[in-house]
């Protein structure tokens, strides 16, 4: 009867390629591994992002030997001879350590200048900016429908409450103008 293995969970990456370099550093050090949702986060990494990542399995009996070998090489300043080291995040007021590029520095409190992209709020970003894309899509497709029934009422109001109407909006926007006006006034002064 053939041992039966138990895989166990070593690590979550955001994106595949990622997971496939981690996995690459395992097969050097001999021990294998297997690589969880890498096709979905490969084609689209929004999916991968919202399907928990792509996942590094190996065996549970080489569970320890593989987070050293994993946490090794993130303390490592580079694989490759020549590699460019780490470079320490610094502030730019005290040139004091930072514990991340978004934490206020712990010696002269001073805070980012800017905000720093990370790839997970690039990707957000970029998300976001889909979502924003097919609204305005969406309501270009039903503008047509939807004024052609807006249309076809207002056409069959009555004339004296379309004049009114028009009358309300324009007292409407000529307070609003007025009330605007005379705040700014209050604040030049």
Avoid: Y
């Amino acid at each position: 009867m053939p041992e039966e293995i138990t895989l166990a969970e070593l690590r979550r990456f955001d994106t595949a390629h990622e997971a496939n370099l981690a996995a690459s550093a395992l097969e050097a050090a001999g021990i294998e591994s297997m690589i969880r949702n890498s096709f979905t986060a490969g084609a689209n990494p929004e999916l991968g992002i919202v399907s928990g990542g792509v996942t590094i399995l190996v065996r549970s009996d080489e569970l320890d030997e593989a987070r050293e070998v994993l946490d090794q090489g993130a303390k490592e300043s580079g694989g490759a001879e020549g590699a460019a080291p780490f470079r320490e995040l610094r502030c730019a007021e005290c040139d004091g350590p930072l514990p991340s590029a978004m934490a206020a520095c712990p010696r002269c409190d001073a805070l980012p200048a800017r905000q720093v992209m990370t790839p997970k709020r690039t990707k957000l970003a970029i998300v976001q900016l889909k979502l924003w894309v097919l609204g305005a899509t969406l309501a270009l497709i039903a503008a047509p429908i939807v004024g052609k029934r807006i249309w076809d009422s207002f056409i069959q109001l009555p004339e004296r409450t379309i004049v009114i109407g028009a009358w309300g909006l324009f007292a409407l926007i000529a307070g609003f103008l007025l009330i605007r006006a005379l705040a700014g006034s209050d604040r030049r002064a």
